[in-house]
């Protein structure tokens, strides 16, 4: 039993340098996971600024669109406005599937585009937006309402109270949640290669392609994803453990 298992794993070995290490092939994999991680953060980065002005326009309008109602002017009606389209925003992007708004920013937005890296960031950082909105809003709604009154009393308004007092509070808060949302987008860019862009599954698709094996080029992204994500699981369970603590 023990001899076929050996035998089985030296086989295996041997494949697997057939299939990856002749010919240098498992450089495509290193440039895939290059392009995944170019594509991930630069969509996060993305989706933060956006997350961040989705989520400010709604909470203010939520806060005080009673307030600013009873005082009149157009600043209600601006708000309201923007607040209409951020709503808008948030109902197209996490009701559509990512692949088709991929396909959509490639084929029809950006048609004439030669590189899609520049594209695929667009798309999922327009994604990730919708989702990091909600990420932030919920954060800044479980802030006390008593640290807008503290602003207040500073002579703040409500946009600088925001800025210096409820923002940086909502970071604290939220930051486990966004780094969760950051594994979630790694995954997410496995389906770049519909738009051509040569990330980890396509490479792992494009060596499968050459040698005719698919089982080994597979495994190797399967593992590669699951190493990074569980690495960054660790990470995030780290810090969650230094946040219970500052709390303390």
């Known amino acids: 039993m023990l001899d076929h298992i050996i035998g089985a794993l030296i086989a295996f070995f041997e494949r697997f340098k057939e299939v990856m290490i002749d010919g240098d092939r498992y450089k495509f994999l290193i440039d895939g996971l290059k392009n995944t991680f170019t594509i991930t953060f630069g969509a996060l980065a993305i989706g933060i600024i956006l997350g961040i002005l989705v989520a400010a326009i709604r909470t203010s309008f939520d806060k005080n669109k009673e307030a600013m109602k009873l005082r009149g002017g157009a600043g209600y009606y601006v708000l309201a406005v923007l607040n209409g389209i951020c709503k808008f925003y948030l109902t197209v992007t996490r009701g559509t599937p990512v692949v088709v708004q991929l396909m959509i920013s490639y084929f029809v937005i950006f048609a004439l585009a030669d590189d899609g890296i520049p594209v695929a960031i667009f798309a999922f950082g327009i994604n990730s937006g919708a989702y990091v909105a909600e990420i932030f809003r919920a954060g800044i709604m479980s802030i006390d309402h008593g640290q807008f009154e503290a602003g207040r009393s500073l ?34 860019t496995s389906v770049a290669g519909y738009v051509g862009v040569i990330d980890l599954t396509k490479a792992g698709n494009t060596i499968a392609g050459r040698t005719f094996e698919y089982f080994i080029p597979l495994l190797s992204v399967a593992v590669i994803y699951l190493v990074l994500v569980m690495i960054l699981s660790w990470l995030v369970g780290i810090l969650e453990r230094r946040l219970r603590k500052s709390d303390r």
């Open 155 to 188: 002579g703040f308004n409500y946009f600088q109270t925001m800025k210096f007092i409820v923002i940086p509070q909502m970071f604290k808060a939220v930051l486990p949640t966004l780094c969760n949302e950051f594994i979630a987008l790694l995954k997410e």
